[in-house]
């Protein structure tokens, strides 16, 4: 039993990972539909900006974050200004085309800039006052303050997050613009700003996972790869535009993939996801937490 609570807590740190990188993804689909292979390098580079922060520009933690999110702010725009801007007008395959060259763009960027080596943020958590002084035993369970910050930290985004989207005139402009563009408009929503501040919010999400997730993995130019994959998995999994859903699908996924690492296979930890996509798609493929809608 005490294996299995360690087990569940390995899983809530990662899927807390796949939340933030998911809920961005599934944002930008869902309000702008954009369906954005290049989410991955979002990731990779919040990992790359977070280590530049704290060992080459040997900042404070809480600076270090928020060069994290000017740098996500920039890519975010940059992204839009390439995915979304020039092919609103086109058919959807021309972002997809799109999203896949920016990828590739990226990582070759982050090779050259970067390094091939594998980079792992060295994060002092004596210097963060708030999180030294929390506990890493919870009766079995031993969580580093390092891994601790992740779902804490993806507890307050998401929470954040929900507060802007219910209460805010630039959470209801994105909530308008997800259910009819054209209304929207009509109704003086600015799409143009509502399409920048989208993507820079799903850059930001996943640039603060990729920092955060730094400094437990090893960041290089490809690791964005695997991450899209699995933020595609969550989205799927959770129903294509449902933020809640892509949160507890993100959870459901990274628990599942502990479990089965730790009870099968380390193996079958990336197959079991993918599975789980198959079946959804075959029997419930507007997701488990998605409404059907009949074609018309």
Same mark, same amino acid.
């Given at each position: 039993?005490?294996?299995?609570?360690?087990?569940?807590?390995?899983?809530?740190?990662?899927?807390?990972?796949?939340?933030?990188?998911?809920?961005?993804?599934?944002?930008?689909?869902?309000?702008?539909?954009?369906?954005?292979?290049?989410?991955?390098?979002?990731?990779?580079?919040?990992?790359?900006?977070?280590?530049? %922060?704290?060992?080459?520009?040997?900042?404070?933690?809480?600076?270090?974050?928020?060069?994290?999110?000017?740098?996500?702010?920039?890519?975010?725009?940059?992204?839009?200004?390439?995915?979304?801007?020039?092919?609103?007008?086109?058919?959807?395959?021309?972002?997809?085309?799109?999203?896949?060259?920016?990828?590739?763009?990226?990582?070759?960027?982050?090779?050259?800039?970067?390094?091939?080596?594998?980079?792992?943020?060295?994060?002092?958590?004596?210097?963060?006052?708030?999180?030294?002084?929390?506990?890493?035993?919870?009766?079995?369970?031993?969580?580093?303050?390092?891994?601790?910050?992740?779902?804490?930290?993806?507890?307050?985004?998401?929470?954040?997050?929900?507060?802007?989207?219910?209460?805010?005139?630039?959470?209801?402009?994105?909530?308008?613009?997800?259910?009819? %563009?054209?209304?929207?408009?009509?109704?003086?929503?600015?799409?143009?700003?509502?399409?920048?501040?989208?993507?820079?919010?799903?850059?930001?999400?996943?640039?603060?996972?990729?920092?955060?997730?730094?400094?437990?993995?090893?960041?290089?130019?490809?690791?964005?790869?695997?991450?899209?994959?699995?933020?595609?998995?969550?989205?799927?999994?959770?129903?294509?535009?449902?933020?809640?859903?892509? %949160?507890?699908?993100?959870?459901?996924?990274?628990?599942?993939?502990?479990?089965?690492?730790?009870?099968?296979?380390?193996?079958?930890?990336?197959?079991?996801?993918?599975?789980?996509?198959?079946?959804?798609?075959?029997?419930?493929?507007?997701?488990?937490?998605?409404?059907?809608?009949?074609?018309?």
């Amino acid at each position: 039993m005490d294996l299995f609570l360690q087990y569940l807590a390995n899983g809530v740190v990662i899927g807390s990972t796949y939340v933030l990188v998911a809920v961005g993804l599934t944002l930008i689909f869902g309000i702008l539909g954009v369906v954005n292979f290049a989410h991955g390098e979002f990731y990779m580079i919040g990992g790359y900006a977070g280590i530049v %922060a704290i060992t080459v520009l040997k900042l404070p933690v809480l600076p270090a974050i928020a060069f994290v999110l000017l740098v996500a702010a920039v890519v975010g725009i940059a992204a839009e200004a390439i995915l979304h801007k020039p092919m609103k007008n086109h058919d959807a395959t021309s972002s997809i085309i799109s999203s896949f060259g920016l990828a590739v763009a990226l990582q070759n960027a982050a090779l050259v800039v970067m390094g091939p080596q594998p980079q792992r943020l060295n994060l002092d958590v004596s210097k963060i006052p708030v999180l030294s002084s929390l506990p890493t035993d919870f009766g079995p369970v031993f969580l580093p303050q390092q891994r601790l910050l992740i779902p804490l930290a993806t507890v307050l985004l998401i929470a954040v997050l929900y507060v802007v989207l219910r209460y805010t005139w630039t959470g209801r402009g994105l909530r308008a613009m997800a259910q009819h %563009a054209t209304v929207a408009r009509l109704c003086g929503v600015r799409v143009e700003r509502v399409a920048i501040v989208t993507f820079i919010t799903g850059a930001a999400l996943a640039g603060t996972a990729g920092m955060l997730m730094s400094s437990v993995f090893f960041v290089y130019p490809i690791v964005g790869n695997m991450i899209a994959l699995k933020a595609f998995t969550v989205v799927i999994l959770g129903g294509m535009g449902n933020v809640a859903g892509a %949160a507890v699908a993100g959870l459901l996924l990274g628990i599942t993939e502990s479990l089965t690492s730790a009870y099968i296979s380390n193996a079958m930890r990336d197959i079991v996801g993918f599975v789980f996509v198959i079946l959804v798609l075959l029997f419930r493929p507007q997701g488990l937490f998605g409404k059907a809608v009949e074609r018309s």
